[in-house]
Structures are given as C-alpha cells and as structure tokens.
C-alpha cells in the first residue's frame, strides 16, 4: 500500500525566512505532484514532476524529485505572507491518475 | 490547463435524502475520473475510481451503495450520496486528467461543499 508522508504537517514562519516541506513515498513512482489548497477551496497545481533529478521553479516556490530516495523537496525562498496555504504532494505509482495524497502542510507566514 | 468543472458548489440537505454531484471534463474526454473527500483540516482521501461505461472501482472502506457512481459519458461522471446522514457532510472533489504521454497532470474541480442537516 502507498504511504505519502509529509513532514512538517505544520510550519509557521516569519516573511523573508527560507524553508522547505519534505515528501516521502513508500512505492517506486516518477510522478509527483505538488497542489495549493487555500481555505475553502479547491486544488491548485504547482508542479508536476515526471523523472528522476527534475526541478521546477515557479516565482519563490521550486520542487525537486528523487525517485531513488523517493522523495521530493518543494522549497520555499523568501517567503511572503501570501504564501500561507496548505501544500499537498501527492503521487500516481501506477501511471493511471489514480493519485494518493500526503496530509498536507499548513504553511502560516508571519508578516 | 484543462478545466474540470463540478457542479454544485455547495449543497444542504436533509438527512435520509440523496444528492447527486456532477462533474464534467469541458475540453477533453476522460475515460476515469476519480472521486475524493476532505474532512475539515484533512487531507483528500481516494473514494473510488469512475470508469467510463462501466462499474466504478471502490476504495476500502468506501460504501458502494452508499456512494454511487455513474459515469455514462467521457465528459461527465456524477456521484449521488444516496440516504445522507450529517456524517456524510464533507468537501467532495472530482479530478480527470486528459491522459496523453507528455500531459500527466490531473486537473481538479472547484469541489463540491456538502452539509447534511
């Protein structure tokens, strides 16, 4: 059975510090994905991440995968107070979009 | 992106009664489409796989005459939450992905809030 396991679940931190949320998997997979979830809402896709050693950037957000450790690494830099979401990474071991998702990090930014 | 779109956004209902949520792919075909929940400050957990002219594929745990799933075209997928109970009350989301080799990515819609008084 797949595991995704997210760590912290829980990260406040003060605008301008660097952090990053670490995603751990259970099963062989090279495709992972990172979402935003605000209050209320829906999924937003961050990245998607298809191959061993890929890195994505996206403004202050980049996200790396390692499919021999199985993890993947979604770094924050310099955050802004609009960053405060819930980030999930999830995984689809089996290529059919049948996607497993870690509990989340709740991401508190501090102006 | 492709855009997954469900429908409705919220409902209440009253207990032992059913209610019917719809989800559309609007520019693509998807022969699967996947149902989750979201219990308040949780993660979503994988319901059941809708299958394209044929039964859905259900997750442990996941009542299926509970939770029916029809998924009688490529664009559209509905899950009725048949005789509902204020357990039930949850945040249900719908994902498809348009399946090509270099388009992996699974589209998500906008959620659907049930609130079962």
Known sequence: ELKVEQNPL???MQEGKNYTIYCNYSTTSDRLYWYRQDPGKSLESLFVLLSNGAV???GRLMASLDTKARLSTLHITAAV???SATYFCAVDINRDDK???GKGTRLHILP | GAVVSQHPSWVICKSGTSVKIECRSLDFQATTMFWYRQFPKQSLMLMATSNEGSKATYEQGVEKD???I???SLTLSTLTVTSAHPEDSSFYICSASPGTLTNAEAF???GTRLTVV
Do not use: W
């Open chain 2, 70 to 72: 029809n998924h009688a």
């Open chain 1, 99 to 101: 996607i497993i998702f």
């Open chain 1, 81 to 83: 107070h609009d960053l």
């Open chain 1, 10 to 12: 829980f990260l406040s």
């Open chain 2, 108 to 110: 998500f819609g906008q």
């Open chain 1, 56 to 58: 994505k950037q996206e």
């Open chain 2, 66 to 68: 509970k939770f029916l």
